[in-house]
């Protein structure tokens, strides 16, 4: 079995690979395996973050590199992803921020149709990590060419509900909190936020150019997609993860019955192994691309994308 895996990592190969966009190509890097084999594609998380799993924030764990090349060595292909407007794919619209999960689902459609007529492939497995769990969900909604889903750190509630725990689970946001609240709400009902008079970090995580995007997604329910998928659905989550809960996955699961629900004790969001719960260490694995993912989510994807 390890003479297998060495010779599948050995035989994988990185390419370039395009779909269509709105007004210029989406752009991403296949690692295929060669010959018959599971291909997944991979949908990053919220803002700026790029087909690796990195984002300028400070986010450079290279997360979805290392796991496609861990899947690489599993037997599994994988085409990981520039969001429309971002990096190899900022051709495809003028401005990032104009963007719904409505558009993000199309362009997940856009890239199945692509990777089967490139590869061959009778159907892809599309992959959500974090925000993109909920991409991955409303694009399968409309199941052609989509073998099954796979979500990895999504939230099981609206995402509006999802920051307002992470903004009170952190005892330092406590001065924030009113300000937030009332602004989530704000949003919630589809109306605009003036930022002006707001503490520089809700400034930044309520920036007028984002909002509308906001208001949009803060409309979807993760659970309520989960209850009407037809396709396959497994749901992995870290037991470790500071900014999505166990009771999110579990949350997912009992919404879709049929789905494979694996809770992992060390992941952590960024899909490291962590082994303290102090909050520095955990941080600490956002910026260190020299940690492999976890081992234990590797297999399980592999696992059921093969059977």
């Known amino acids: 079995m390890m003479f297998a895996m060495v010779a599948a990592a050995a035989a994988s190969v990185a390419t370039p690979i395009s779909a269509p966009g709105p007004q210029g190509a989406l752009a991403g890097t296949l690692l295929g395996v060669g010959g018959i084999a599971?291909?997944?594609?991979?949908?990053?998380?919220?803002?700026?973050?790029?087909?690796?799993?990195?984002?300028?924030?400070?986010?450079?764990?290279?997360?979805?590199?290392?796991l496609?090349?861990?899947?690489?060595?599993?037997?599994?292909?994988?085409?990981?992803?520039?969001?429309?407007?971002?990096?190899?794919?900022?051709?495809?619209?003028?401005?990032?921020?104009?963007?719904?999960?409505?558009?993000?689902?199309?362009?997940?459609?856009?890239?199945?149709k692509s990777i089967r007529d490139q590869t061959g492939a009778r159907c892809v497995w599309v992959l959500g990590h974090s925000e993109g769990a909920l991409v991955a969900l409303a694009a399968a909604q409309e199941p052609v060419?989509?073998?099954g889903v796979i979500l990895v750190s999504g939230a099981g509630r609206k995402l509006s509900d999802v920051i307002r725990e992470q903004l009170r689970t952190n005892p330092a946001n406590a001065p924030l909190l009113d300000s937030a609240m009332v602004a989530l709400d704000q949003l919630e009902?589809?109306?605009?936020?003036?930022?002006?008079?707001?503490?520089?970090?809700?400034?930044?995580?309520?920036?007028?150019?984002?909002?509308?995007?906001?208001i949009d997604v803060f409309r979807y329910d993760p659970a309520k997609l989960a209850t009407s998928l037809k396709v396959p659905l497994l749901i992995v989550q870290g037991e470790?993860?500071?900014?999505?809960?166990?009771?999110?996955?579990?949350?997912?699961?009992?919404?879709?019955?049929?789905?494979?629900l694996v809770l992992l004790p060390s992941m952590n969001h960024v899909l490291k192994d962590v082994s303290t719960d102090d909050r520095a260490a955990n941080f600490a694995t956002y910026s260190d691309s020299s940690l492999p993912v976890d081992a234990d989510l590797v297999a399980a994807i592999a696992d059921f994308v093969r059977r």
């Open 38 to 66: 599971p291909v997944v594609l991979m949908i990053p998380g919220s803002g700026p973050t790029d087909r690796d799993g990195n984002n300028p924030a400070g986010l450079t764990a290279a997360s979805f590199r290392l």
């Open 68 to 112: 496609a090349e861990a899947l690489a060595g599993q037997g599994v292909s994988t085409v990981r992803i520039d969001k429309r407007g971002m990096f190899g794919s900022k051709a495809a619209v003028a401005d990032a921020n104009k963007v719904t999960i409505g558009d993000y689902a199309a362009d997940t459609h856009s890239w199945v």
């Open 145 to 147: 060419g989509i073998c």
């Open 189 to 214: 009902r589809g109306a605009h936020v003036d930022v002006s008079a707001m503490h520089p970090a809700l400034q930044k995580l309520f920036a007028p150019p984002v909002q509308d995007f906001l």
């Open 240 to 260: 470790r993860d500071l900014q999505v809960s166990v009771a999110d996955a579990k949350a997912l699961a009992a919404a879709q019955p049929s789905a494979k």
